[in-house]
């Protein structure tokens, strides 16, 4: 059954988010002779788009999610949107609007999300453009292959100051999200470490199954939940179901 994951305010200090902010402000605190992209990569459910958010919200940086329908021009008109510009002309007149807004305040960094996709498609020389000619600071985040992918681009690998690959989960970043989502309710360790271990370390499935430790805690009535409370249930593992046999779909 599914579990409706309960809302948070404010910033739930992962490492991840420290990690992140740790480059960025690397990149904004740079001399003006070194290279100014950073990249951020790992698996997904690592948290990487949430400690950006925290980023952008700390460094009023513009943040941009790459979709994947979309083309150069899509991606200098959301970069010109969030800037505050309004978004016309051809491809090489945003470009030119993009470079000069950037370069008015070179510490704003600017924040490109699911940078994989501008890669596949062949226009991350436009991204290192933006940088290079305005000298903001670039912070692209991806799966765990980008760098491999823009290592095959010497002209954008070369302009990478610094790496950060994003860590799984470790058992004090689940305490974090417990103390965070689970509030009033007490976890025991063992049942946090099998979170933990189930979920892959990585956060997005933590979070699932921490709401089902509420579901579980309000259907009981119980304010304290061990691995004997979870008892059977299923950890969310994002993994699909198998197919079923004959036999089981037999109707009788």
Not at 104 to 120: H, Q, S, T
Not at 125 to 138: F, I, K, M, N, T
Not at 160 to 172: H, R, S
Not at 192 to 197: F, M
Request: charged residues 25%.
């Amino acid at each position: 059954m599914p579990v409706a994951i309960p809302q948070v305010n404010g910033p739930i200090a992962l490492k991840n988010v420290a990690s992140f902010m740790a480059l960025a402000t690397r990149l904004i605190d740079r001399s003006p002779h070194l290279p100014g992209i950073g990249v951020c990569h790992g698996p997904s459910g690592y948290g990487k788009t949430y400690a950006s958010i925290f980023a952008q919200n700390k460094t009023r940086a513009v943040r941009v999610e790459v979709g994947e329908s979309w083309t150069r021009a899509t991606f200098l008109r959301m970069v010109l949107i969030e800037l505050g510009a309004e978004p016309r002309g051809t491809i090489s007149t945003m470009a030119e609007r993009a470079k000069a807004l950037l370069g008015d305040n070179p510490r704003r960094p600017l924040i490109v999300d699911e940078a994989d996709k501008i890669v596949d498609k062949g226009y991350i020389e436009l991204v290192r453009e933006l940088q290079e000619h305005s000298g903001a600071p670039v912070l692209l985040i991806g799966e765990e292959k980008l760098p491999a992918k823009l290592e095959r681009i010497e002209r954008v690998a070369n302009r990478v100051l610094d790496w950060m690959p994003a860590q799984p989960c470790d058992i004090e970043d689940v305490e974090y999200l417990a103390r965070a989502f689970c509030a009033g309710l007490t976890i025991a360790p063992d049942l946090l470490d099998e979170i933990r271990r189930q979920s892959q370390g990585r956060a997005r499935r933590i979070v699932v199954n921490l709401a089902q430790v509420q579901e579980i805690a309000r259907n009981r009535g119980i304010t304290t939940v061990d691995r004997s409370a979870w008892g059977r249930a299923e950890f969310y593992t994002s993994k699909a179901p198998r197919a079923r046999r004959d036999s089981e779909l037999a109707v009788a």
